[in-house]
């Protein structure tokens, strides 16, 4: 083996590499750099593999382990721990940029702060300076959704990457940019899904999706939290990432199916959300294009813009309501870290495109062939670093748009009220506390009157909340305070389109909160609200009744409906028992639980499961008829079984109630209601009414139309009003359900069946409804509540 080149004859020849010359004046100093990046550890050298290679993954442990390892080594890279996730693993962020720039992060702060509220800044001269002085802050988020495992790698090559290259390019990243990056956004999904992965290898199932929630309660819902923000990990980003960096950019990495396009960024698909203002949109097209020109030209063939993905929930873009470009990619999948051969013929269209033709917005098909986690990465990184270099080269131009939105915020637009005054709640005063929670998290300035006033002849108490307009974040507060009108979409036919996500998120609307504008500042005292929590939730006769258990049944086809109810329990703290398909078909139930809670899943899903074949032998099928005739004894023992959603049909079908849901069949064509908020009425005699305004609003996913036949007995506890029935959103053929039954209780046996036609519990955020879901899980105490006290309705 022939002898390694003394230290001196390769810092030498790194010098000649990096200068081109031995005569440069900086020529020990680039030639040390290059050595102190040989220094620093490789990924493989800690992971024990390439990241990309086949078949092979890293749990958090040993990701977030590489990471500390190479902030420890590096003058470019830095490692916090910022907070603790849902499970307590350690949530990390990364800051990488020059030595010169790590040196003064404090300042670089203090100017990003100023920046993002032009109030503060005194004169032109400062602003002119604040932008010449600051650097471009890049945000990159990653493996959210840890069956993407793709996005929990590439911040391990990405972050090696920038640490140790001495190439201009990078050079030039790193003195024009702070990259913040926070490598997972849920690492107890990334040691889930490893660990899953593992177990499948070899066997038929080998990379199956995992069949569980890989967020411990929102499932794949934890990218849709960026307004509400119910979980651990969101809080800790926007408070320890967002509020204090302000990114200008943020890249969230995600990968999508398997038989699309082979990546995809921005620009979006319409409809926009009108609160984006408008210089956002126009800088996510301007730079997602540049990104996929430059892969193109890199030679990575089928890469799509304008595609399948649009730009209207603030649940998933928290940067276009905090003056931040948000550039999401989307790389294709495979089978986890299994690769697949995927024919040309086998790729299917998407919104706005077909992988198979040449068009304007995919100039280059990719052919098909073989496609594994080493090409997902190339993407990925290719993608990202197109990114960077882009976004560097104009970096004052990006500041000078940040501060120019916030400038026009605080300006005021037009549309907005002057102010919006959120009274208190009298049926749940923790709601309008819960609203200010979320507004305060996301940065909006709140208020609360010292005295009591009065505005257009009406009265406003002591305490009411109280949001400016006129501040950096009103685009935020609109967009959670005010309805949506979403605007419709048919195609050629005149058919609705089914629209990406939920066509609304008002939550003060969900919360239960009245919401009013003010056209002008109240004369009171206004006392700034400094300080958010979410008030606790309590449910008196759960929380505190020994007596009642209940079953919350999980399929091994995840739901995250289920997840999201197990959010509420434990919030709430009741007690409740885990049912699984074996322990159901089990039966004895009444010996569990005096109530099961079907999450909503598909008749289809919840009778068979997984398909012979799709997974393990022991986690196929699903409730079978053994478990359906275990469902009907526990009724018919005294048991209240409550169906959510899409578990209604099940319900109706399989214990043969006596009600009919007469627009369970109808086509899209008839009634489309994919995500709004609609308004339900409450009757508050019955039980599960009790406690509730006889107004309120409901997240309707699909619709219900429950009507008891004569003689059942049934009672119908809410319903759909004749007018107006949707307050933020759209559906598409809403006199369906004008009037509809949206909540039953049906007799059956010595027990009790409750179909609920909309989502109580939507994504922790429905505390206006879920209410009715506490109230039916107590147990009948006598005459009044059973449904043949009241007449049918």
């Known amino acids: 083996m022939p002898a390694r080149p003394s230290r001196w004859i390769r810092l030498f020849v790194a010098a000649i590499v990096v200068t081109g010359s031995t005569s440069s004046d900086t020529w020990t100093a680039r030639a040390e750099a290059q050595e102190a990046a040989e220094r620093l550890p490789s990924p493989e050298s800690v992971l024990g593999f390439r990241p990309g ?79 010449r002085d600051g650097r471009l802050v890049v945000l990159v988020t990653a493996a959210l959704h840890s069956n993407e495992v793709g996005s929990s790698l590439l911040p391990v090559r990405l972050a090696y990457t920038l640490a140790s290259s001495e190439s201009p390019e990078v050079r030039s990243i790193l003195d024009e940019t702070v990259v913040l990056i926070v490598p997972s956004l849920n690492p107890d999904g990334v040691d889930l899904v490893a660990e899953w992965y593992e177990s499948t290898l070899d066997m038929p199932w080998e990379g199956a999706e995992p069949p569980f929630l890989y967020h411990h309660y929102a499932g794949h819902d934890n990218n849709r939290d960026w307004s509400a923000f119910t979980l651990q990990e969101t809080r800790v980003v926007v408070r320890r990432v967002h509020e204090e960096w302000h990114p200008q950019i943020v890249h969230d990495v995600h990968q999508q199916r398997v038989t699309g396009s ?23 097209n301007a730079l997602g294009t540049a990104i996929a020109w430059s892969m193109t030209l890199s030679g990575h063939p089928g890469v799509v813009v304008a595609g399948d993905f649009d730009a209207w929930s603030p649940a998933r873009a928290y940067p276009h309501y905090h003056a931040g470009v948000r550039i999401l990619s989307e790389t294709a999948s495979a089978r986890l870290a299994s690769p697949i051969e995927l024919p040309f013929e086998r790729l299917r269209p998407g919104r706005g495109y077909d992988p198979q033709q040449v068009s304007w917005n995919q100039p280059w098909p990719w052919p098909g062939g073989l496609w594994d986690l080493a090409r997902i990465l190339d993407y990925m990184e290719s993608g990202a670093m197109a990114l960077l270099r882009i976004a560097s080269r104009d970096r004052s131009a990006w500041l000078e748009s940040f501060v120019s939105i916030g400038e026009r915020a605080v300006a005021g637009r037009s549309g907005l009220p002057r102010m919006w005054a959120i009274p208190p709640v009298p049926e749940d005063p923790g709601a309008s506390d819960a609203l200010v929670d979320a507004l305060r998290t996301g940065g909006v300035e709140v208020g609360s009157a010292a005295q009591g006033f009065q505005l257009s002849g009406r009265p406003f108490p002591a305490g009411t909340f109280l949001v400016d307009s006129r501040q950096p974040y009103a685009s935020f507060a609109s967009v959670i305070l005010d309805p949506q009108p979403y605007p419709p979409t048919f ?176 086509p899209q064509e008839e009634l489309l209601a994919a995500g709004a908020i609609v308004a339900l009425d409450i009757d508050t005699t019955h039980a599960i009414g009790h406690g509730l305004p006889v107004r309120s609003a409901a997240w309707v996913d699909g619709g219900s139309d429950f009507r008891p036949r004569e003689g059942s007995g049934v009672r119908v506890v809410a319903r759909f009003p004749a007018s107006p029935i949707v307050l933020s959103g759209w559906v598409h053929g809403e ?38 879901l506490f109230n039916s899980l107590r147990r009948p105490v006598g005459p009044s509540d059973r449904p043949a006290a009241s007449p049918e309705l």
């Open 53 to 131: 290679a086949a078949r092979r993954l890293a749990g958090w442990g040993v990701i977030s382990g590489y990471l500390d390892s190479l902030g420890a080594a590096s003058d470019r890279v830095r490692v916090d721990t910022i907070g603790r996730s849902t499970l307590d693993r350690p949530l990390q962020l990364l800051t990488i940029t020059s030595p010169a720039n790590m040196a003064r992060l404090a300042v670089l702060k203090d100017i990003q702060a100023k920046l993002a509220d032009p109030r503060t800044i005194q004169s032109d001269q400062e602003r002119t300076e604040l932008v």
């Open 491 to 666: 195609d050629e036919r005149g058919h609705p389109v089914a629209p990406y996500d939920g066509t609304a998120h008002t939550l003060a609307l969900l919360l239960g909160v009245d919401v009013l504008h003010l056209d002008q500042v109240p004369t009171t005292e206004i006392v700034p609200v400094l300080e958010s929590a979410r008030p606790p939730l309590l449910a008196p006769g759960l929380t505190d009744d020994p007596g009642t258990l209940v079953g919350l049944y999980r399929s091994h086809v995840p739901s995250t409906d289920e997840g999201w109810t197990r959010w509420w329990m434990d919030r709430a703290s009741i007690p409740y028992v885990v049912l699984t398909d074996t322990d159901v078909r089990a039966g004895d139930l009444i010996r569990l639980c005096t109530a099961i809670i079907l999450p909503s899943a598909s008749e289809e899903t919840l009778l068979n499961g997984w398909r012979a074949g799709e997974q393990s032998p022991l986690i196929s099928g699903g409730l079978g008829a053994p478990g359906v005739a275990a469902l009907r004894e526990f009724v018919d023992q005294g048991g209240t079984l409550i169906a959510l959603n899409q578990a209604s049909g099940f319900a109706i079908r399989q214990l043969e109630l006596p009600v009919d849901d007469v627009v369970a069949d109808l």
């Open 735 to 772: 006199s369906w359900l004008a009037g509809a039954g949206a909540l039953a209780e049906v007799p059956l046996g010595s027990g009790r069946v409750i179909l609920f036609g909309f989502q109580p519990q939507f994504r922790g955020q429905a505390r206006a409804t879920v209410p009715l």
């Open 262 to 284: 082979r990546y995809f960024v921005p620009p979006w698909l319409n409809p926009v959300e009108p609160n984006v203002d408008p210089a956002l949109i126009a800088g996510a």
